[in-house]
């Protein structure tokens, strides 16, 4: 009896040694990054002894769409979400500070700001003066006519790459440079800029075969102009990977603590940054 006993309580035992083993990783997982102490990060001390936190900010599509309406949050979009999501942890409110395409970096330098969360697309010059937390990305997808019987196999980008194939582009833009390593098969008309996002005249003439255009900027052409096929094929276009270029919020170099904090809340929402952009592009 003793034995047998002694059996279930071991088995009894060992069972709860197997649950906590289970569930060790999703509380670690649920765990939240702490704030800095106190004499940790410089930033984070006067934020708090402020009582806001300063984000420099100008509305962009969709990283942060300004809201117009007169009611509700001033801005949207992932850069929004994690913006009022710092703020949070901080225990203090957000404080805007409204800049131009121009002083949405150099704000940083001077202090006027904390984090700039106008959309920065990274650029070397600019890795050489702040730090970055890295939301999402600027990237180009490849449209066509749905009609047309030679994207009538294509099936995927790389499929693109032939020499029956026109591709148009801007003059002046990326994809002239870029494009030609992409697709080394392809025939290339390139066009002056017209302001429009994309030369979709040469699609719609026939003229080309497909065109580029910014990820971002797919939805709103595919409402306005019935009959394209787009490639990367439906939402995939949206994470497209082609040309990619990162997109984030910018902090000053001075405070590293401060940018590896921000870098570690946004690792614990990602999933919910990412669903503020694809939300606001299929609306679009």
């Given at each position: 009896m003793l034995g047998s006993t002694r059996r279930s309580a071991l088995s009894a035992l060992g069972l709860a040694f197997a649950l906590a083993a289970l569930l060790l990783p999703a509380a670690a997982e649920a765990a939240s990054t702490d704030v800095p102490a106190p004499g940790e990060s410089p930033k984070i001390d006067a934020i708090k002894e402020r009582g806001s936190l300063r984000v420099a900010a100008i509305g962009e599509f969709p990283w942060l769409p300004e809201n117009t309406t007169g009611s509700g949050p001033q801005f949207s979009g992932p850069a929004w979400v994690l913006a009022e999501e710092y703020a949070e942890r901080l225990g203090v409110p957000l404080e805007v500070v409204p800049v131009s395409h121009e002083t949405k970096v150099p704000i940083l330098a001077t202090g006027d700001a904390d984090i700039s969360i106008a959309p920065l697309a990274v650029t070397p010059q600019r890795l050489e003066v702040v730090n970055f937390v890295v939301y999402s990305r600027s990237s180009l997808c490849f449209f066509g006519l749905a009609d047309n019987p030679k994207l009538k196999d294509v099936k995927s980008v790389d499929d693109l790459n032939r020499d029956d194939l026109t591709m148009a582009y801007f003059t002046g833009t990326p994809p002239e440079a870029w494009a030609p390593g992409r697709f080394p098969e392809v025939e290339f008309r390139a066009v002056s800029g017209s302001g429009a996002n994309a030369p979709v005249e040469?699609?719609?003439s026939k003229r080309a075969d497909f065109?580029?255009?910014?990820n971002v900027a797919w939805p709103q052409l595919a409402k306005q102009v019935p009959g394209l096929v787009v490639f990367p094929a439906g939402d995939d276009c949206l994470q497209s990977n082609e040309m990619a270029t990162g997109v984030g919020l910018a902090v000053d170099k001075g405070d590293p603590v401060f940018r590896d904090w921000l870098e570690a809340v946004?690792?614990?929402?990602?999933?919910?940054?990412?669903?503020?952009?694809?939300?606001?592009?299929?609306?679009s």
């Open positions: 040469e699609v719609m065109a580029s255009i910014d946004y690792e614990e929402v990602k999933d919910e940054v990412t669903a503020a952009e694809l939300e606001l592009l299929k609306g």
